[in-house]
């Protein structure tokens, strides 16, 4: 199994800007989750989704930030304009059926976002 | 709410000796407590989970954690610190809702 696949792994943008971050999850898997990750805040859930519907939007900073997954193999979060504050590592993770809370959820590598 | 707090931001343990990182939880229902890795530039590993099943969890790469439901924490240990084991690590629990609430993680350097 490839694992949850993000690209790119690295973006450097101006502000401004409109950044789309990607992530392919583990297939057969029905959750993705979108966090962002910062020396200030930590590791903070951004947006879930189940079975490609948003479930949990309430993390999602501000109206400059959306996701969406189109299919079960894709999502994507975008921001724009991007601002320097938003600068970060962007995770995304998937998990299987979550029947219980005990699920574990496999990460990707991260998008470590620079905008200057 | 439930949530973790880790105990120390960073931990420097010589080669060879215990690592042991601290992690309370507050909750007020039996709580789903995990340990994952990041290694540098890297995505987050799980290491371990608890699931109620037993409260001594072995994990990956010869950690393990105690829950101590009395105590409210569930710390992590290896008995011999590896080069290797130089990484932040992160305690999280599982809300109801099924999200992960994360604590502010410990950073692990090892020293040869």
């Known amino acids: 199994d490839a694992g949850v696949i993000q690209s790119p792994r690295h973006e450097v943008t101006e502000m401004g800007q409109e950044v789309t971050l990607r992530c392919k999850p583990i297939s057969g898997h029905d959750y993705l989750f979108w966090y962002r990750q910062t020396m200030m805040r930590g590791l903070e859930l951004l947006i879930y989704f189940n079975n490609n519907v948003p479930i949990d939007d309430s993390g999602m900073p501000e109206d400059r930030f959306s996701a969406k997954m189109p299919n079960a193999s894709f999502s994507t979060l975008k921001i724009q304009p991007s601002e320097p504050r938003d600068s970060a590592v962007y995770f995304c993770a998937s998990s299987p059926a979550l029947s219980t809370p005990r699920e574990t959820q496999y990460f990707g590598p991260g998008t470590r976002l620079l905008v200057l | 709410a439930q949530s973790v707090t880790q105990l120390g931001s960073h931990v420097s343990v010589s080669e060879g000796a215990l690592v042991l990182l601290r992690c309370n939880y507050s909750?007020?229902?039996?709580?789903?407590l995990f340990w994952y890795v990041q290694y540098p530039n890297q995505g987050l590993q799980l290491l371990l989970k608890y699931t109620s099943a037993a409260t001594l969890v072995k994990g990956i790469n010869g950690f393990e954690a105690e829950f101590k439901k009395s105590e409210t924490s569930f710390h992590l240990t290896k008995p011999s610190a590896h080069m290797s084991d130089a990484a932040e690590y992160f305690c999280a629990v599982s809300r109801v809702d099924y999200k992960l609430s994360f604590g502010a993680g410990t950073t692990v350097t090892v020293r040869a």
């Open positions: 909750s007020s229902v039996p709580p789903y």
